[in-house]
């Protein structure tokens, strides 16, 4: 338990701080942490403001940790990062000085599989094909035989938080799930209730694809034409994760040769779509503009997560959110 007295710092992106830190966050993070100051941006530090902070409370707009930032910070040991991935913000010297970092990545990962659940549930039984099929022709789309859910086939690529958290609620609807993450072992894959598969077998075999994997350099482009083309019949492709993942020519290209096949896509390459992209033309895609993931009122439960870190904190208990140096060679 930490007995003396915290100075804490709101530091993010001044649009966004409401969103994020409520009154009711606010107040309990308040309970903990004497802040003197105005919520700030990162370019608003100086070495004089950080001298005396212990924990700085952030989101979008974070500072970066470099070693200049914490040698004018000799006290920070927290810091509570109310947005996904920590990337943006740590760097080898904090983890060098045993700066700790608590995420809501998790929060937001619970809130992506909501949506990528949405439009999965929605492929199987083709829902956009017949609402751009009926807007192209102005009739009532014909119904076919669908597949809905039972016995059909869902696979995941990346088992991280989203991936996992996706198969949760996919296998509350009676559909087989498919993972491929070579970072996880068949064991634990197995324990969440998914059939371990290569990426070559995932796409070959199953009804919707949905991709959850960071952007790496070594996942960039990752799904190209030959993996597009081994799609079955009338399989979709959903992408909540990044735009980069998908080799996006390959994807046009293939969708032209193969109209059986369909996109949801969420997100692109760049983002937003260029204007006049072939991705807006074809009729067997749709692009939502990034709706997975904690909007408006959700983003309050990314502040909620780092409040009660913080009080786990100050009573000397394990963070809940906490992310380790460990786990970053793979992670978003």
């Not at 371990?196 to 952007?215: G, I, K, N």
């Not at 904690?294 to 309050?300: A, D, N, T």
């Amino acid at each position: 338990m930490i007995h003396e007295p915290l100075t804490g710092l709101y530091v993010m992106d001044p649009d966004r701080f409401d969103d994020v830190y409520g009154p009711r966050e606010r107040a309990d993070i308040e309970r903990y942490l004497t802040i003197e100051r105005p919520p700030c941006t990162a370019a608003d530090l100086s070495a004089e403001v950080l001298a005396g902070v212990d924990v700085l409370v952030s989101s979008w707009g974070a500072p970066r940790l470099t070693a200049d930032f914490l040698d004018s910070a000799p006290r920070l040991a927290l810091v509570l990062y109310a947005a996904g991935s920590v990337r943006p913000v740590v760097t080898d010297a904090s983890w060098a000085r045993g700066v700790r970092i608590a995420s809501a990545g998790s929060v937001i990962a619970d809130k992506v599989a909501d949506f990528a659940l949405a439009q999965i549930l929605y492929a199987l039984k083709h829902g956009w094909r017949y609402v751009l099929t009926a807007r192209r022709t102005g009739s009532a789309a014909v119904r076919r035989s669908e597949l809905g859910t039972a016995g059909a086939t869902v696979g995941l690529v990346s088992l991280g938080a989203t991936g996992r958290a996706t198969a949760r609620l996919l296998l509350r609807h009676g559909v087989r799930v498919l993972g491929y993450d070579p970072y996880v072992s068949d064991a634990d894959a197995r324990a969440e209730g998914i059939e371990p598969a290569s990426l070559d077998r995932v796409f070959a075999e199953c009804d919707v694809v949905s991709l959850h994997a960071p952007l790496l350099d070594e996942t960039r482009g990752m799904v190209d034409a030959a993996l597009l083309r081994s799609m079955r019949p009338d399989a979709t492709l959903v992408n909540t994760a990044r735009g980069g993942l998908v080799d996006e020519a390959a994807l046009v290209t293939v969708l032209r040769e193969r109209p059986d096949l369909f996109a949801a896509l969420d997100v692109t390459d760049p983002e937003p779509a260029v204007p006049g992209s072939p991705l807006f033309e074809l009729d067997n895609v749709v692009v939502t503009p990034h709706l997975a993931g904690s909007l408006g009122p959700e983003r309050r439960l990314l502040g909620r997560a780092m409040a009660e870190d913080l009080a786990r904190y100050a009573a000397g208990r394990p963070l809940r959110h906490e992310v380790i140096a460990a786990a970053m060679e793979h992670a978003a």
